[in-house]
């Protein structure tokens, strides 16, 4: 009897049975990146944004400012960022970061300083996001092409 208690008492406390976190996958390494179907479904989404880009520049609702796809810009119907810059307008929250990112266009590169405060500026103008009426618009628009009811 005692070897039983013994054994008991031993497996016990090296959790011989305790109950482990069950899951139906691996965690994903972060360092490893998506699965290879999720980056299948990636893909085929940046596929379907760069028609939508290719048809809304087409139709002039378009001009991203940046290198690559303005994934903000395609979801709420086109955004002009080479216009906003100009006008000094504000600009969109991804065409902001890209620009902080060093990711601007080569016409819009040129134009591309820092000032005193490590702010970007444009043409000597500092770059500033839309104003907050325009990024609630844009959302709503976004919404509703993503088939998602918003608040009024």
Known sequence: MSIVLTAGYVAGSVGMFSVQGLSAQD??????????????????????????????????????????????????????ARDDLEKGRGVDPETFAALYAGQASAEVQEHIERDDRGRVTYKGKVVRLYPISRLTRLFKEQAKYAGQETAP
């Open 27 to 80: 965690k994903a390494d972060e360092n490893q990146g998506p699965s290879k179907d999720t980056a299948l479904k990636i893909t085929a989404s940046l596929d379907a944004i760069k028609v939508a880009a290719d048809a809304l520049k087409r139709e002039g609702r378009y001009a991203p400012a940046t290198r690559g796809l303005n994934l903000f810009g395609v979801s709420v119907g086109g955004v002009n």
